[in-house]
């Protein structure tokens, strides 16, 4: 159903609204011309403006024209060479009239390169770049409080942001290429709704699309390269992601309800959850990882995803049952009474439990990834005999209870060898600790250590492991009280 609705999405876009548009005349038809060496030529684009009727056409011959064009009439606008429209730190053009078309211009220099006021307006095959100069936020083209308008063709880089579209609807942006938004979003999308974005090309921006409380968003086909970075960051409802390209490493994070990123290429990305019934399938991707502060933020529906050429496999609401053999990653989501033994997770994100209990995980190599074993709002867990190396971090722990840490060999990881936070009840015996950049735990009570063997340890006398205890805030301050456990070697 979903893929049935964006290829007519697709369709009704690409019938309608062609990408070079060529048929400029409407109303009456009569054109103006501006430069040039025509006998009566106006010298300036707003003369133009201010000379035409609704319905006019208006020709611009290249040229250098530092002024900033306000378009209040129904107006057709064609660049003739390029033409270059100098913003000088103002908007570059605003367009405030409905059903007007800039075409062929370059625009530069200003604080928008395009504001965009009304509705049902065409921006095509433009380039529009180096619009910078505003101490608040700008981009090449701003759609505000408008509807029904198309960016379409045009190549938009080096301004604050590419394209931002703040409380806008039913847009559509379609093959544009929007780059080297260094320092800012290649699309903003604020409280904006229904909008498409299709067929365009992201590359080296800060964030590539980054949405703020923005719901039913299509962004479907697209290209999206960086070097490294934040691919997409999506808060909002009911936005769906198809069939885009992912190109460099990155993360895309969702945090909303009922997104959907589905028969997407990220190899090389890594996705994150945040939100509540979010819809991943038929994906290839990095590593999947999830997080929350409540069961429903873990459970999703999560289906055909594959990640160096090995499932992602996870489960919900299951008991007892048993877990195929070639699987690149694990996420158990209130399960219980399951085994994971004998598996090799390397380069993905290792094991997920979340609020499950009476697991066993036994005898893995998790290596290389960005959490190896990650345990939160679980019971009576046991981790035995694994190697856990060359992790981000080794073994994580949150507000869980009962878990039992025996006989691994916990080396080389990079941030901390095992991080806790409110763990309580919890057995580590026996493991060795070995070249891990540190340890911390946070809040956690009532735990015991035994015979664990510590590569930064030398003495006969009991390891102290040190734990913070952090009381509630109190007038901006929230200080950390040092707390001893001791490894009784």
Known sequence: MVVK????????????????????????GKVLYVGGNGEGNYSSIMAAVNAAKDGYTIMVYSGIYRENVIISKELTLIGIGYPIIDGRGKDGVTIVAENCIVDGFKIVNGSNGTMILSNKNLISNNIIENNNHSDVESAGVYILNSQHNRIINNIISGNQNGIIVH???????LCNNISNHVYWEGIWLRASSNNVFLNNTFFNNS?????????????????????????????????????????????????GLNNKFISNNASKIGISLYGENETIKNNIM?????????????????????????????????????????????????????????YSFIDTAGIEIAYSHDIKIARNTVAKNHRGIYITHSYNVVVSGNEIVENLVGIRIIFSRNVKIMHNNVSSNILYGFYWFSAFLCDTVANNF?????YAIINSFLNTWFHNYWDDWHSMMPKPILVCIFIPRLFLICPCIPWLNFDWL
């Open 434 to 438: 070995i070249n891990n950049s540190g």
């Open 5 to 28: 609705k964006i290829l007519a999405t697709m369709l009704t876009i690409l019938l309608l609204f062609p990408v070079h548009i060529h048929a400029y005349e409407k109303g009456d």
């Open 286 to 342: 990095q590593r999947l990882h999830i997080d929350g502060a409540n069961l429903s933020n873990f459970l999703h529906n999560i289906e055909n995803n594959t990640c160096n050429g090995k499932e992602i496999y996870y489960a919900k609401n299951k008991c007892d049952v048993e877990i195929p053999e070639n699987v690149s990653q694990i996420i158990l989501v209130n399960c219980s009474k399951i085994n994971i033994a004998g």
């Open 207 to 255: 964030i590539h699309v980054y949405s703020y409380s923005s719901n039913n968003n299509n962004i479907s086909y697209n290209t999206f390269i960086s070097p490294e970075g934040a691919m997409l960051i999506i808060s909002g409802n009911n936005n769906v992601f198809y069939g885009n390209t992912f190109i460099g490493w990155g993360n895309i994070e969702f945090s």
């Open 167 to 173: 409380n806008s609807s039913q847009n559509t942006i």
